[in-house]
């Protein structure tokens, strides 16, 4: 079985690389259990898959600089964008496969930190539509 460590993950919303403000990636993907349990069942609960449904967490490091993180997050609230992670910076494949699709930027926080520390955002985006995932 294959390891890996994430060395160089690789990251867009709304087509801008923000590879390079990214510190923590995590794309999930999930589906609604639906209890169809009946009197049939024989006393064990029976379960369907519903609506599916994903999100996208990230951990930037802060950038307040003209036409940087904060600027092009910001521009982003409240908006339905693109999005692609993959775990290593390189083109899609069957060894490195790309999670597409369109996320709400629902929050953006531009400030959080404690004295001393470096300047952080923890954001999650739910998706919007199915999520792909593409390897060419």
């Known amino acids: 079985m294959a390891k890996m460590v994430l060395l160089a993950s690789f990251v867009t919303l709304n087509a801008s690389d923000l590879s390079s403000y990214c510190s923590s990636i995590e794309a999930t993907a999930e589906v609604d259990e639906q209890d ?11 379960v369907l898959g519903g609506l599916k449904s994903g999100s996208i967490k990230l951990k930037f490091k802060q950038d307040f600089a003209a036409a940087a993180l ?10 339905v964008v693109t999005f692609e992670v993959r775990a290593v910076n390189s083109a899609r494949s069957t060894s490195n496969p790309g999670y597409t699709g369109n996320c709400l930027i629902k929050k953006w926080v531009p400030i ?9 955002v923890d954001v999650e985006f739910p998706t919007s539509g199915a999520m792909a995932r593409q390897t060419a």
């Open 36 to 46: 169809v349990t009946t009197f049939g069942s024989g006393g064990w609960k029976e």
């Open 112 to 120: 959080s930190g404690d004295v001393g520390s470096a300047a952080e």
């Open 70 to 79: 904060d600027a092009i997050m910001w521009a982003l609230l409240g908006t």
